[in-house]
């Protein structure tokens, strides 16, 4: 044991000389009776989630499954995307052709991963996450399939997110109880994504936008 | 009801009118007051400035002089928070199991006037009559060391006469805090400044509030500026009638 | 080491203008925010009992889950270092850069770092550290300290910053719309990020029972700090632990409402040791005590290492929202600063001392505390510690203070009501030295600072005991 280590825990031990040695923590209790599950009918927390990514300043769109791959191409259209990047395992039946639109695509792969620089060098990524909160218009990823690397979603300058309204829970709680076991047992990086990236340093006036992707569209399909 | 008058010795020495319209006001409404002699101070000053050792032997004598009494009234919401939210880190610095007794024994028994009027006895309207224009400055103990809440603003809205206006920003401190005055006159000031600039914009002939010590503190400039705007103590409001 | 104390510093600052206003917009702005997010949550009070019990426990029961939480990191592929002060926090980190080679590193804004002075101890090994957070970059580049918690740049105006990029980023043409100066920021640093090897973080949070850690931010700035380079190293007070993974959804939802006034701020980023393939191949974590455990000692004290650093309670002080953060002298402004400076740095210094008599004790610090720390209380028991300090001290310096002086005459005064009674009609006599045309305007010595802007109603010939006396006859 380094020596600071133990002056350090010799210390703690010492300042909580009040505490009874039989104490355990679990003793301390902590009221739970905040919400913990939502109330709400399905349709109503995919509407709340719609409504709150919206006020983040990001895009949000409903869209019916089998006209996907057509919204994305227009959002790529409108986007002016011509170099889209896509992670491993994203659905290939909804990335646009090759052939009429005019978007290149750079797939990130395990064993071939993009550079930084390549990235940098791209204009938009299409993702697709692991879960959507509702309570706070968060998205959740957690480096899955179709997601990929973090760093796939922070260096393009446009993030395109497909959450299927069958992954959007209403409450933060619920949110976190989702990733319990997958941090225990994988401890998979999580990332929470509200809205564009953003910064109120400057006089607290909000400019989206800052080092993270300046634009965020979100896809919410339905079946 | 037999009231046990907490007169705090701020009031006893510096605002005995307050003290003269609360006798007034509570056996107007049926009430017998009485006023324990033996009472000083309940050690507040000493102990928010830091010397609690010189509170101990307060505390003692407040438990001792006010014991046996069935209800503890007093007109500062300060004073009040001080014994029941204070009382209890005194008397266990003192270490003596006996004042923590007393100490949890009494402090049920201990009331802001407001609050004892509104919450305790349920009277609203005590038959005041005041024909003023009034603001109501909510001092930071009464709301959040008591949580006195509307009590007070319950009782103007009832008194006749009155044209009660709010006070813009009105929960904002007002820059007293005891020695912080003092200590740190400049920046109470620039507080004050800004508290006084406020009660002026409404246009009120009087400042209304709980606590002696902050009107004295707002008082103090209003004069200095000749403001025209008097300091006045919510219990001399609630005592005024059309007689009187 | 000896700081100036506060009330000498908040003379400067009140009376510049500028400042005021800066601050006072800021101020007004969060906290109106803040007020609506919070009074959307009906559970709201609920979880801020929850987040304190949490803090609680964690206290109680430190020295395990400080262990639990090295385990727990080593197992995820993370490597964790114990650093008793500032300087061996800063020995470690250097070392840990130099093994890299790298002349530039990236830091995502960490408060820690700040209270180590890392910057400078880099700096000395030839290591430039680059602040990358929007603000802490406009107090890097002017050579200035940071006055807020959430916004450290709060003090300087547009105007005043599109100064500084003209001058240090080189930037001829530039107006002073935050979008633009926001753009220029980006431009200059995205390059940074690029090649930068070293990274170095904070932490908002680590969990015990799994290694996770969580930087909340919403530039974006810590998710390149934390996922580009290399190496990463993250430096957090041994207070920033939580039990479970679970306890996140306290904490993430006390946290984000209460500091940016945000139902969730835009990033969160939470990682558990090192992940092959995505982000740092090599991650340390340094715990930092540097004071803490001196805090803990303190029954009363102990509460303050609760903080989650939302900066709430500053942006409602009437104290600060007039003097701003930096009459303080210390990375820890406000009242969470007038409760935790002195406790790090001790009473021995003067400045840190003064500081726990910034405040009127009027209680809106506590009121939207997420982690009910109750600073009032603790300002009290600072104050009581000061004093016990100076009556230990003895020596003329203590018995000629003025203060000391009267409070031991009102005390003697108080125990007996004849001496009470004898005291108020001195004081009743002693006055008509003063008062003129019946109202007091000037007063001696340390009351003066009273009457600079406060007439004092003269003290009235009866009191009301002795009306009382009278009615009763």
Redesign the interface.
């Known amino acids: 044991m380094s020596e600071a280590k133990k002056a350090i825990l010799e210390k703690i031990r010492n300042a909580l000389g009040e505490v009874p040695r039989q104490e355990r923590p679990e003793d301390i209790t902590v009221p739970r009776h905040y919400r913990q599950q939502g109330n709400r009918a399905a349709g109503e927390v995919v509407a709340l989630f719609a409504g709150r990514v919206g006020e983040y300043k990001a895009t949000v769109q409903r869209v019916n499954a089998n006209a996907l791959a057509g919204v994305i191409a227009e959002s790529c259209r409108r986007e002016g995307v011509e170099k889209l990047v896509v992670p491993d395992g994203f659905p290939g039946e909804w990335l646009p052709g090759d052939e009429d639109d005019n978007v290149r695509l750079l797939h990130d792969k395990p064993g071939e991963p993009l550079s930084h620089r390549a990235l940098d060098d791209s204009d938009g990524v299409i993702t697709t996450c692991a879960l959507g909160v509702a309570q706070t218009g968060t998205i959740i990823l957690d480096a899955g399939a179709g997601q990929g690397r973090r760093v796939l979603t922070l260096l393009p300058d446009y993030h395109l997110c497909i959450v299927k309204e069958e992954q959007i829970v209403e409450l933060v709680s619920e949110g976190f109880t989702h990733f319990e076991q997958a941090v225990r047992e994988e401890g998979p990086p999580i990332t929470f994504i509200s809205g564009p990236s953003a910064t109120s340093d400057i006089e607290l006036s909000r400019v989206e936008g800052v080092h993270g992707p300046r634009r965020l569209e979100v896809l919410i399909v339905q079946e | 009801m037999h009231i046990s008058l907490f007169i705090t010795c701020f009031n006893d020495t510096l605002f005995p009118e307050t003290g003269r319209a609360m006798v007034r006001l509570l056996e107007r409404l049926g009430h017998t007051v009485e006023f324990p002699l033996e009472q000083t101070c309940c050690g507040q000053m000493h102990y928010n400035t830091g010397y609690q050792e010189e509170t101990i032997p307060l505390v003692r004598r407040f438990v001792e002089v006010f014991g046996q009494a069935e209800a503890i009234v007093a007109p500062s919401a300060s004073c009040v928070g001080m014994v029941k939210e204070f009382y209890h880190n005194v008397a266990d610095r003192s270490g003596d199991p006996e004042l923590m007794e007393q100490v949890e024994a009494v402090v049920p028994r201990v009331f802001e006037l407001s609050q004892f009027l509104v919450e305790e006895l349920g009277v609203e309207d005590v038959g005041a009559y005041y024909p003023h224009r009034v603001t109501y400055h909510p001092t930071c103990h009464s709301l959040r060391v008591l949580h006195v809440g509307e009590a007070p603003l319950i009782l103007l809205r009832n008194v006749r006469g009155i044209d009660l206006v709010e006070l813009p920003a009105a929960q904002e401190c007002c820059g007293f805090g005891g020695t912080f005055a003092v200590k740190n006159a400049d920046t109470s000031m620039a507080m004050l400044g800004d508290k006084i600039r406020h009660i002026k914009d409404t246009g009120a002939e009087v400042c209304a509030a709980a606590d002696n010590s902050c009107l004295m503190h707002i008082g103090g400039a209003l004069n200095r500026q000749r403001s025209g705007v008097e300091p006045v103590h919510l219990a001399e409001i609630l005592a005024s009638t059309e007689e009187n | 080491m000896q700081t100036p104390t506060?009330?000498e510093s908040?003379?400067a600052y009140?009376s510049d203008t500028q400042l005021?206003r800066?601050i006072g917009?800021?101020t007004h702005?969060?906290r109106d925010k803040r007020q609506t997010v919070v009074d959307e949550m009906?559970?709201w009070e609920?979880?801020r009992?929850?987040g304190s019990?949490?803090k609680?426990?964690i206290m109680?029961?430190?020295?395990?889950?400080?262990?639990q939480l090295e385990e727990s990191v080593r197992q995820?592929g993370g490597q964790v270092?114990?650093?008793?002060d500032a300087g061996?926090a800063n020995r470690i980190i250097v070392d840990l850069v130099k093994e890299q080679q790298v002349e530039e590193v990236v830091k995502v804004k960490s408060i820690t770092t700040d209270e180590i002075k890392l910057n400078r101890a880099l700096a000395e090994e030839g290591v430039r550290a680059l602040e990358?957070?929007?603000?802490e970059l406009?107090v890097q580049l002017a050579g200035d300290e940071p006055s807020h918690i959430l916004?450290?740049?709060?003090h300087k105006?547009?105007a005043e910053?599109r100064e500084l990029f003209r001058k240090k980023l080189n930037q001829g043409e530039l107006s002073d719309r935050?979008?633009d100066?926001?753009e220029a920021?980006?431009l200059y640093?995205?390059k940074k990020?690029?090649s930068a090897k070293v990274g170095i973080s904070g932490a908002n949070f680590a969990v015990a029972?799994?290694?996770?850690v969580a930087v909340v931010e919403?530039?974006?700035?810590g998710?390149?700090c934390t996922?580009?380079p290399e190496t990463l190293i993250t430096v957090m007070g041994?207070e920033k632990l939580i039990?479970t993974?679970?306890d996140?959804?306290?904490f993430?939802?006390l946290l984000?409402r209460s500091s940016?006034a945000?139902?969730?701020?835009?990033?969160?980023?939470?990682?558990?040791?090192v992940?092959e393939?995505?982000?740092p191949q090599e991650f340390h974590l340094v715990?930092l005590?540097n004071g803490r455990?001196?805090v803990?000692?303190d029954?009363v004290g102990r509460q303050t290492l609760n903080c989650i650093r939302c900066s709430a309670c500053l942006n409602v002080c009437?104290?600060y929202e007039?003097?701003g953060g930096h009459a303080y002298h210390s990375v820890y402004p406000g009242p969470i600063g007038a409760i935790l400076t002195p406790q790090l740095r001790g009473l021995e210094d003067e400045g840190a001392a003064s500081l726990p008599?910034?405040?009127?004790?009027?209680?809106?610090c506590?009121?939207v505390c997420p982690v009910k720390i109750n600073i009032p209380?603790v300002l009290?028991h600072l104050?009581?510690?000061?004093?016990?300090r100076k009556k230990r001290a003895g020596g003329l310096n203590a018995k000629s203070d003025p203060?000391y002086i009267g409070?031991?005459l009102?005390?003697r005064?108080?125990?007996?009501?004849s001496r009470?009674e004898r005291a108020?009609k001195m004081?009743r006599v002693g006055q008509k030295f003063f008062v003129k045309d019946g109202?007091i305007?000037k007063l001696p010595g340390?009351?003066s600072?009273?009457t600079?802007?406060?007439?004092?109603?003269p003290?009235?010939n009866?009191?009301?005991?002795?009306?009382?006396?009278d009615r009763d006859e």
Not at chain 3, 132 to 135: E, N
Not at chain 3, 262 to 273: A, D, H, K, L, V
Not at chain 3, 452 to 457: G, H, P, S, T, V
Not at chain 3, 462 to 469: A, K
């Open positions: 506060f009330e908040a003379k009140l005021r800066n917009h800021a702005t969060i009906p559970d609920v979880l009992e929850a019990s949490l609680n426990r109680r029961h430190l020295d395990e889950y400080l262990l995820a270092h114990w650093a008793r061996e990358t957070d929007l603000a406009i916004v450290p740049a709060i105006n547009r910053i935050p979008e100066l926001a920021a980006r640093l995205r990020f690029l029972d799994t290694g996770t919403s530039e974006g700035n998710r390149m996922t580009l041994i039990p993974w679970r996140f959804e306290v993430m939802q984000p940016t945000e139902r969730m701020n835009p990033y969160n980023s939470f990682w558990t040791g992940t393939g995505d982000g715990l005590d455990t001196n803990l000692a029954e009437p104290v007039r003097t008599y910034a405040s009127t004790l009027c209680g809106a506590y009121e209380d009290v104050r009581g510690k000061i004093v016990d203060e409070m031991r009102m005390a005064a108080f125990k007996s009501r009470y108020q004081a109202t305007s340390e009351l600072g009273w600079a802007m406060r007439d004092l109603k003290i009235p009866q009191t009301f005991r002795e009306w009382w006396g």
